[in-house]
């Protein structure tokens, strides 16, 4: 990538410093279906951290509740932790950005990017978005 001009983007962190958001939305376990599609629709993002006593235990994602409202559209009104998907793969915001490339993929659609004491997600998307500017 180096070699391609994408030298001003090195690391998660760069692309942390992109992003017009900087809050991490989460959804809890109890939380309806309905809620999460309120809550993804609102903010323009297609997966959640799902936290239950305030510990991220596993995440939701549009295309899963996508899927599983066109087999039952009744779904909406379950409880989040119905659709639960693995945790996003944590990674240092240090991180490389050759190293997260190989991280995002169709199974693993996001990471979460730990600065400190803050998460972000990070998609394929934001990686596209940094550089690109």
């Known amino acids: 990538m180096r070699d ?11 692309i942390i410093a992109s992003k017009t958001k900087d809050e991490l939305i989460t959804i809890t ?3 309806k279906i309905s809620e999460a599609i309120m809550l993804m629709t ?9 936290t239950k006593n305030g510990l991220i235990i596993g995440s939701i994602t549009q ?12 779904f909406k009104s379950a409880a989040v932790e119905s659709v639960l ?9 240090d991180i490389t950005l050759e190293r997260l490339s190989t991280l995002i993929n169709r199974d693993n659609p996001a990471v979460l990017a730990i600065d400190g004491d ?4 990070i ?3 934001d990686v596209i978005k940094a550089l690109g500017k």
């Open 63 to 74: 295309h899963k509740i996508f899927s599983k409202l066109l087999e039952d559209q009744d």
């Open 4 to 14: 391609r001009g994408f030298l001003e983007v090195k690391t998660a962190r760069d």
């Open 85 to 93: 998907d693995k945790p996003l793969t944590e990674v240092n915001a």
């Open 42 to 50: 609102m903010n323009d993002i297609d997966q959640v951290p799902v």
């Open 123 to 125: 998609t394929q998307y």
């Open 118 to 121: 803050r998460r972000h997600i």
């Open 29 to 31: 376990t109890g939380q």
